[in-house]
């Protein structure tokens, strides 16, 4: 089950029916099995806080993924900073359909067990998120 969520932020998720079977097909295909999906829209200080709280990072983050899951059955809390995928998508000269796009699945692909921390970690990973975007 995929579920989206507002925290305290004014914002309107588009094609929810579609974006739910685009995650489905994409965790399928890296071998894993849906379970409980939660997405979190939130402020910058919102993200913030869960980073302090939780991370011990007094740093702003786009998203951060709670791991929940049991063998290939994933399950998560995924917060995602709306402010800094807005911020992302001028940076990175996208739209922000796109940029958010990119940190939904990057949060699935950490899931299915891909790190970004090395150079080559970070290459594969985008190389996927990259393979994600085209099918969706």
Known sequence: MISFHNQSISFKLKDKTKLKQWIKTITE??????GTINYIFCTDDELLEINIKHLNHKTLTDIITFDYTEGKTINSDIFISIERVT????????TFENELHREMIHGIL???????KSKADAELMRKKENGALKLI
């Open 87 to 94: 911020e992302n998508a001028k940076k990175f000269e996208v």
């Open 110 to 116: 950490h899931l299915c067990g891909y790190k970004d």
């Open 29 to 34: 295909k890296e071998k894993h099995q849906l």
